[in-house]
Antibody, heavy 121, light 108 residues
């Protein structure tokens, strides 16, 4: 059974750094792109970027390029989303999700449960 | 970056009625690489349709997708109580994907 299990909720202060995780199981992790999706409170889904764990090829939305870093460690089947300096506007639910194929031109088929990040002074 | 526009923003219907949701792209979506997802409060999105018109595993046949190029449609033939939710389209025709802003289907 394919599963994506995300790390737990975080409460941080502005300016702090953060790295959240997404661990895949039940499939060959290096061979499928993993994406990150932001959902601000009461708002829609925003595509942030994707990574291919096999070679760490990464693509970002222009809206998130330079604001976050997406990485992966294929040896432990885990993808990451990190911030070097959080802002209050980073408060949101963050989902990881798997792309169905290995080309990058695929829909998301499996989703993590989400990680709620709250940034407040 | 391809911008997706969904209409209407909110659709108020009764159970048993037909729902027609639109997703329009700012440029051609290559190979009809367009998916639809359903999201209920407190839940992760769920894949309904991929490739513009193919139903995902386990999705009831009252859900159907159509369209190509820049205009796509999700149709729910007869709304069931569990179908009241928010629906998002997603284009994956290039390596920078985008989502539409969503259509909320609520009970009239």
């Amino acid at each position: 059974e394919v599963q994506l299990v995300q790390s737990g909720a975080e409460v941080k202060k502005p300016g702090e750094s953060l790295k959240i995780s997404c661990k895949g199981s039940g499939y060959r992790f290096p061979s499928y792109w993993i994406g990150w999706v932001r959902q601000m409170p009461g708002k829609g889904l925003e595509w942030m970027g994707i990574i291919y764990p096999g070679d760490s090829d990464t693509r970002y939305s222009p809206s998130f390029q330079g604001q976050v870093t997406i990485s992966a460690d294929k040896s432990i089947s885990t993808a990451y989303l990190q911030w070097s300096s959080l802002k209050a506007s980073d408060t949101a639910m963050y989902y990881c999700a798997r792309l169905e194929g290995n080309s990058g031109y695929d829909n998301f088929d499996y989703w993590g449960q989400g990680t709620l990040v709250t940034v407040s002074s | 970056e391809i911008v997706l526009t969904q209409s209407p923003g909110t659709l108020s219907l009764s159970p048993g009625e037909r729902a027609t949701l639109s997703c329009r792209a700012s440029q051609n979506v290559r190979s009809s690489y367009l998916a639809w997802y359903q999201q209920k409060p407190g839940q992760a999105p769920r894949l309904l349709i991929y490739g513009a018109s193919s139903r995902a595993t386990g999705i009831p046949d009252r859900f159907s997708g159509s369209g190509s190029g820049t205009d796509f449609t999700l149709t729910i033939s007869r709304l069931e109580p569990e179908d009241f939710a928010v629906y998002y389209c997603h284009q994956y025709g290039n390596l920078v994907h985008t989502f539409g802003p969503g259509t909320k289907v609520d009970i009239k």
